[in-house]
């Protein structure tokens, strides 16, 4: 037996479960290979920073998941997953982490043999952060009876509507974010360096909200200021924050691993008026965009109304306005499923969750006025009540 501390209701890693089973039953699927951590998480309860290192769990059509990872990791295994059958948490010997001499996947392969796996369809999550291409060739080399499929994304796809234990999680993570907010108000000033605010934005993330402890989160705080906000992905540094300059802020509040991100942008000092133009189309485009986030809409259906509203009031975007969150891991928040854009057929249906990210980049600087959002059978929820507009002060 185990001593396990999952973060939910054994029914309801038993109904993931056999949700999985039932697409991998549609595809012929014998055994699941799953490496995400956000998977792994998600159908059994697994939890540690370890994703540096080979790890999996296994689901087979028969049976409880089984976990598969390094041996100094098996406690954390026996802490968090939900299965209870000891035998289904199988440690590797340390000799195979970043061993150039063998592989960790050799491991694996004698596991699934022992199993009596090695003869069926195997799906792997081929394009995945955490499974690389000397990983599935050693698979290969090993598993010769095997017939291997890719089935990345067939858990992701599982996750997108959310239960209420989740959606107790990620309301919690709302609570957060609009704290972490709160403080960039509260604390930022012309002159202060950035790594400072940065510092006391990822406090507040970690400290929580309403009595709920923060968690980490998946992609650390986008904060660029001026020119920097031109670009999308830019982090900080320990430059000074100017009058005059805009700063947008993409964070995140977490609760057990579940994420709620959500943008805003900062201004010391007047807002040009190219700001205030950016602001109101944005506003407006999100409105109508909104209008579509209802059960029974198309994720373009957002898009499109999202884009031709924005146009008329003279703006382009020509990436995606969102895609689906929930339970991460670095490097992303979102799940790697759902994308609001034009051609994304999926049905938007009760309990999913998005971020609509309507952020524009301009010549000068970048504007991020971003919302979590609830799919639920009146229409859209927002999770956060943060006010929609450009801070300045």
Not at 205 to 211: H, K, L, N, V
Not at 217 to 222: F, L, N
Not at 370 to 388: A, D, F, M, R, Y
Request: glycine share 8%; net charge negative.
């Amino acid at each position: 037996m185990t001593t396990t501390n999952p973060n939910f209701t054994d029914a309801e890693y038993e109904a993931r479960v056999a949700q999985t089973r039932a697409e991998m039953a549609k595809r012929g699927i014998d055994l699941l290979v799953i490496s995400d951590p956000s998977n792994m998480n998600w159908i059994s309860g697994y939890d540690g920073w370890s994703f540096y290192v080979h790890q999996a769990v296994l689901l087979p059509m028969e049976g409880e998941p089984v976990w598969w990872g390094r041996g100094i990791d098996e406690p954390g295994a026996r802490r968090t997953v939900f299965m209870k059958d000891g035998a289904n948490i199988v440690p590797y010997d340390d000799s195979y982490v970043q061993n150039p001499q063998k592989h960790t996947m050799e491991a694996l392969s004698s596991l699934i043999i022992d199993r009596g796996w090695h003869t069926g369809w195997i799906g792997v999550e081929m394009d995945n952060y955490y499974y690389s291409a000397a990983a599935h060739q050693t698979l290969l080399n090993h598993l010769g009876d095997a017939r291997f499929v890719d089935a990345t994304g067939l858990v992701n796809w599982q996750r997108l509507v959310k239960s209420e234990s989740e959606l107790l999680y990620m309301r919690r993570a709302a609570r957060i974010v609009e704290r972490m907010h709160q403080v960039i108000l509260d604390v930022a000033e012309p002159g202060m360096p950035k790594n400072m605010l940065v510092a006391e934005i990822t406090r507040a993330g970690i400290q929580g909200a309403d009595g709920q402890w923060g968690d980490y989160p998946a992609i650390v705080p986008m904060a660029p200021s001026g020119l920097d906000a031109t670009a999308a992905h830019l982090t900080w540094d320990d430059r000074p924050m100017r009058a005059g300059e805009a700063t947008f802020f993409e964070i995140a509040g977490v609760h057990r691993r579940y994420h709620c991100p959500q943008s805003r942008t900062l201004f010391f000092g007047t807002v040009p008026d190219l700001y205030r133009r950016a602001e109101e189309a944005v506003l407006e485009a999100t409105q109508a965009g909104l209008s579509y986030c209802r059960a029974g809409a198309r994720a373009e259906d957002v898009a499109i109304a999202f884009n031709v509203t924005l146009n008329k009031k003279g703006f382009e975007k020509d990436n995606r306005c969102g895609y689906s969150i929930g339970l991460s891991y670095p490097p992303d928040w979102g799940e790697r499923t759902l994308s609001l854009r034009s051609g994304a057929m999926t049905e938007l249906k009760p309990g999913m969750v998005l971020h609509f990210m309507p952020a524009l980049w301009l010549e000068d600087g970048g504007l991020e006025i971003t919302e979590p959002v609830l799919i639920t059978e009146n229409g859209p929820e927002l999770l956060c009540s943060t006010p929609q507009e450009i801070f300045v002060k």
